[in-house]
Structures are given as structure tokens and as C-alpha cells.
């Protein structure tokens, strides 16, 4: 039961990570998700309600940057590269690349501005080469210098 709902919930705050600021719209579905993966696990409903509506006051506005880890970076996707070995991740057959199974991010080569750094090898303005999933317009990355 606690395997699955830290897979649901890890998955649900995972949505958030391109987002840079939270919004209310944004909060209000991941909240939704939340809520129903609590109910799921059998946690109790005024408690479900009161962590909620706990997390909603707190979270609006604030900047997804603070979940930064030291050495972690938050770029903004300025360029993906799309190349055609791609279309060999997708399919079931034979491939010299190992198969993206449905769900998963497709890994792409991508070109970002860094916004937000605690690696001291990159600062905020810099443009950075590096690899990131196919997701959002901002992904936090530990990229090497």
C-alpha cells in the first residue's frame, strides 16, 4: 500500500517541476491527484481535507526553484533535439537504443538557459548543453560542467 501511494504521489508532484511558479490552477489539479490518492490509501477524510487545504494556503505562488538540491540546476528548454533514432526507441523491435515503453520520456539532446543554480559550476543566464526528457518547458537537471 505505501509503495503505491509514494509511486502515485511522486508521480503527481513530478508534474509540477516545468511549472516555475505555482499557480492556483496548477495546484488545485495536482491537489485533486493528492486528495485522491490519500482516499485511495485509506487515510481518513477530514484529515484529507485539512492537509489539503493546509497545502493549498502555503503553496500558492511560491517558486518550485526552492526544491533545488545542491548541485541541482533548473533550465528552461530552449532547443530539443529530435533525431531520427527516435523512431527505433518507439518501436517494439530489434534496436541498437533501448526501447521507450509507453509512459516513459523519450530522452532527447537539448540546448537551455540555466534559471536557477546551487552548482557553482553554472550560473543563472548561462546557456548549457545537456540531456532531458521530452516534458516541459523547465526541467531540473544535475548537468555536468
Known amino acids: 500500500m505505501f509503495d503505491s501511494l509514494t509511486e502515485r504521489l511522486t508521480s503527481t508532484l513530478r508534474n509540477l517541476r516545468g511549472a516555475g511558479r505555482l499557480t492556483e490552477e ?27 487545504d493546509h497545502v493549498r494556503e502555503r503553496a500558492v505562488g511560491q517558486e518550485v526553484t526552492q526544491s533545488l538540491t545542491p548541485g541541482q540546476v533548473l533550465v528552461k528548454n530552449l532547443y530539443l533535439s529530435l533525431d531520427p533514432y527516435m523512431r527505433g526507441r518507439m518501436n517494439e523491435g530489434a ?12 530522452v532527447c539532446a537539448t540546448v537551455g538557459e540555466v534559471l536557477e543554480s546551487k552548482n557553482p559550476a553554472f550560473k ?3 546557456n548549457t548543453q545537456y540531456s532531458s526528457g521530452l516534458t516541459a518547458p523547465c526541467t531540473t537537471v544535475s548537468p555536468r560542467p
Do not use: C, H, W
Not at 534496436?95 to 523519450?106: D, F, L, R, T
Open 26 to 52: 496548477n495546484i488545485k489539479d495536482t491537489m485533486r491527484e493528492v486528495r485522491m490518492a490519500l482516499l485511495e490509501a485509506d487515510v481518513a477524510l477530514p484529515v484529507v481535507r485539512e492537509f489539503v
Open 95 to 106: 534496436s541498437y537504443a533501448e526501447n521507450v515503453k509507453i509512459g516513459q520520456v523519450m
Open 124 to 126: 543563472a543566464g548561462l
